[in-house]
């Protein structure tokens, strides 16, 4: 009865939307051209405030970064000593530091996200509270969240006091990486948390029903019904919180400065690019940075995009 | 249709854009022609924000004097970061719109060799009763750029109640800790040892005080590679490694260090003097209130070489009125103006006779220790390339710090990054 459902609307549904699509295709036309017009201010301050900066760092890039005189053109000096050149370690380091606090970081706020979304799901009283109270972390300036747990986390701090562990968390490398991706997990869990549950929500209630009289377990109910249909929120929650995490500076800068091998390919950037006023350099430095976010998401939505689409078919039609 | 349109619109958006950033690019060319320097009229001066809140009763005292020349105090944010970064864009942007600029001591060769600041008269700016330490930070290639405004030095603060006669070198430092502090169970000694500048600061202070150095020739020879400097730097790898330095003060800046020896935790501690009054301060944050006294930093083999800290004030070279802005400047350094410094804002002055004076010193109990200080202080090494040097001393000491690193691996890896950061002068 409950797969019926779906079946019996649709028909009628797409003649009604037969109907309006050929009034809409008349009124498109018009209305596709003002609102052409209307969005050109806007792409061409874009254009201007946006282009422009991006296509001048990279011009910049090929240059050199004198004292004082002009700056020459270098090709791709600047590029090589950051890949294999005499920078090639700190890059390297930076870049495999980056990859890290991608990976970790995204997969405990996805688990820790999920499970809190699940929880936001079900209908209690103070339901609402918890949902708001949930965002807190997330709201919470990111400058002010590193100075937090730059406090918690000192040696004879609470987090040292509470579990009775004596770790010099900022002081040694893989320490000071791991309390990178707490901070980072307890701050955008919720954030994915919200994202996940409007996935959740869309969910009809008739699909669990529906299983739970077919004898199927919770277990089973999880993984036929609700990650296949949550898949295109989480993917897109994903796709967001990878690039995100890619271009991470301001918690490392705060928590750690860089130290300890905490320093992300963003901390990089800036520290050529203003502590040592190598516009060149930096330039250069963020030049790659953004090939190769732009590599991932590329990636990611070439794997991942197109089946988006076809899992929710699939998962509705069962 | 549709196409040619769009195509139309995306030549024009990209047309304007080219159009509106190449009037953008050049925009400072018109103000770069440097005034003559006979030239007076109201200047602005450009300096961290006052915590005290004194400095504009200093300047008021020349406003009232010079109504045709009045000083505006620009205030710009608290964190040095940031004042730097407020200075290099004006200056990059050849902007006439900050005059005097009160800028730290590690920033005069970075300025000076980019052609920011107006050379000074030596003999008026560099000479008489100033800190011969404190002139030197405003010299660049031999010409004097920035002149001394307040300084800093740093003392060994320790504790009188159980080390009756401060140790005046490091053997003498280290058997109070293998008796004292380990009697009382409690740490030995501490520094800053984050990487940061207070590394940069503390690592070039035990170099320097083993008689070592690390750049010479306003930046331009690398000088490190030496057995004092490795020396210095072993000072303080024995220190973490015997255990006298206690582990978690690898993540100490000064704030955590202050409390560390306010709790008691510390026998010895180097910090500047802005820890005296508050460690003397009665309530819950000070167990020593009266039991800690102050001494020189101690050396290899003598008293050893503080840091300088402080800052000193330039005049732009974009300026348009530099002759106010220079007599300005001589303004702030009389002695009536060096006093205030002291007595209302709390920062050491950098005329000599002030220290002297009794009744200060009676009121500022710190003051002749202060004075041996600043005699024997030294620098950290000057370069264009400042934060490029103190980023290669930091990582490597803050290595050797650890363990990561040996201490002759330490000081060969910040050869070679010296090395490189000269290069590019």
């Known amino acids: 009865m409950s797969s019926a459902t779906p079946t019996v609307d649709r028909p009628e549904r797409s003649r009604a939307a037969r109907g309006s699509g050929r009034r809409r295709r008349g009124a498109t036309r018009s209305e596709g051209r003002l609102a052409f017009w209307l969005i050109v201010p806007t792409m061409a301050t874009l254009a201007v405030i946006v282009g422009y900066p991006i296509v001048q760092a990279i011009y910049r890039s090929f240059f050199s970064d004198p004292i004082a005189g002009d700056a020459e053109f270098v090709g791709f000096e600047n590029y090589t000593t950051a890949l294999w050149g005499f920078e090639r370690t700190e890059f390297w380091s930076a870049f495999w530091t980056t990859v890290f606090y991608t990976v970790s970081s995204v997969f405990l706020e996805v688990l820790i996200g999920f499970a809190m979304a699940l929880v936001m799901n079900r209908a209690f009283r103070g339901r609402g509270l918890v949902r708001t109270s949930v965002l807190v972390p997330w709201a919470i300036p990111t400058a002010v969240t590193a100075v937090l747990w730059e406090w918690m986390l000192q040696p004879r701090g609470i987090v040292n006091a509470i579990t009775g562990a004596d770790i010099v968390w900022t002081g040694s490398e893989w320490w000071a990486k791991w309390a990178i991706v707490i901070a980072d997990t307890w701050k955008t869990a919720p954030f994915i948390a919200l994202l996940i549950l409007a996935g959740l929500q869309i969910i009809p209630t008739e699909l669990y029903e529906a299983a739970k009289v077919d004898g199927a377990d919770a277990w089973r109910r999880f993984t036929t019904i609700t990650l296949p249909l949550v898949k295109p929120a989480l993917l897109v929650a994903v796709l967001f919180r990878i690039l995100d995490v890619l271009r991470i500076y301001d918690l490392p800068a705060i928590l750690t400065q860089g130290a300890n091998d905490t320093a992300p390919l963003s901390l990089l950037v800036v520290r050529a690019a203003i502590s040592n006023l190598q516009p060149g350099y930096g330039s250069a430095l963020s030049t790659l940075t953004f090939l190769f976010i732009f590599l991932v998401a590329f990636l990611f939505v070439k794997l991942l995009g197109t089946n988006v689409v076809a899992t929710q078919q699939r998962g509705v039609k069962n | ?425």
């Open chain 2, 1 to 425: 249709m549709r196409r040619r349109r769009m195509l139309t619109v995306s030549a024009l958006t990209v047309a304007a854009a080219l159009a509106l950033s190449s009037c953008g690019g050049d925009g400072g060319d018109g103000d770069g022609a440097a005034a003559p320097a006979e030239i007076r009229g109201p200047i602005t001066f450009a300096q961290g924000k006052d915590l005290s809140g004194e400095l504009q009763k200093i300047i008021d005292g020349w406003n009232t004097a010079h109504a045709n020349e009045k000083v505006k105090f620009l205030e710009l944010p608290e964190a040095a970061d940031e004042q730097r970064n407020s200075m290099v864009q004006n200056f990059q942007a050849k902007s006439d719109a900050y005059d005097v600029v009160a800028t730290d001591v590690q920033w005069t060769a970075e300025f000076a060799a980019r052609q920011w600041l107006e050379p000074l008269d030596e003999a008026t700016f560099g000479g008489g009763d100033l800190l011969p330490a404190a002139v030197k930070t405003g010299k660049y290639d031999g010409k004097l750029y920035a002149t001394p405004f307040n300084t800093n030095a740093a003392f060994l603060y320790y504790r009188k109640d159980l080390v009756p006669t401060p140790p005046a070198t490091w053997a003498e430092l280290t058997q109070a800790c293998d008796s004292v502090a380990k009697t009382n169970k409690m740490g030995c000694y501490a520094g800053q040892f984050a990487q940061y500048e207070g590394l940069t600061v503390n690592a070039s202070e035990v170099i320097n005080s083993a008689g070592g150095e690390l750049l010479k020739d306003s930046g331009k020879t690398v000088a490190v590679d030496t057995p004092e400097a490795r020396e210095g730097l072993q000072f303080l790898v024995d220190g973490f490694e015997k255990g006298y330095i206690p582990k978690e003060a690898i993540t100490f800046q000064e704030e955590e260090s202050r409390r560390a020896f306010q709790q008691g935790q510390l026998l010895f501690l180097r910090n500047w003097p802005y820890v005296f009054g508050l460690a003397n301060t009665k309530g819950p944050d000070s167990k020593i209130v009266g039991k800690f006294d102050i001494a020189p930093l101690p050396g290899k083999a003598g008293v050893g070489a503080s840091t300088l800290g402080g800052y000193n004030l330039a005049v732009s070279s974009f300026s348009k009125n530099k002759a106010t802005a220079k007599d300005f400047i001589k303004y702030m350094q009389s002695e009536e103006s060096q006093q205030k410094v002291l007595t209302e804002m709390g920062f050491p002055p950098v005329l000599q006779s002030i220290y002297d004076d009794t009744a200060l010193q009676g009121e500022f109990p710190y003051l002749k220790t202060l004075k041996e200080a600043l005699l024997s202080a030294q620098a950290r090494p000057a370069s264009p390339n400042y934060n490029e040097v103190s980023l290669a001393i930091q990582t490597n000491a803050y290595a050797a710090l650890q363990g990561q690193k040996s201490v002759d691996q330490a000081i060969k890896d910040m050869k070679a990054e010296l090395e490189r950061a000269a290069a590019r002068n």
